[in-house]
């Protein structure tokens, strides 16, 4: 699939530079740095939810019987 990006004229510069001296292309450059940003992006959100209980004083078990004796 092909998407169209506006970059100004530094880095358009920029980015050529980089394809140049690492002897990839420019586009994938943009690919990886997109699969950089996707990865760094959903880390957060799974490093978010991890303590998500720690303020709750409930203990895990206790609880998960509690929500089951209600089905």
């Known amino acids: ?18 394809a140049k001296r690492v002897r990839r ?8 740095a ?3 940003y996707l990865d760094r992006h959903h880390r ?3 490093e978010d939810g991890f303590g998500l209980w720690g303020k ?3 203990d895990g078990l206790v609880y998960q019987e509690k929500v089951r004796a209600e089905w």
């Open 44 to 46: 957060e959100q799974v």
């Open 25 to 32: 292309s420019r586009a994938a450059l943009i690919r990886a």
């Open 1 to 18: 699939m092909r998407a169209l990006v506006d970059m100004n004229d530094a880095q358009v510069e920029a980015l050529d530079a980089l």
């Open 56 to 58: 709750h004083k409930v």
């Open 34 to 36: 997109i699969d950089d």
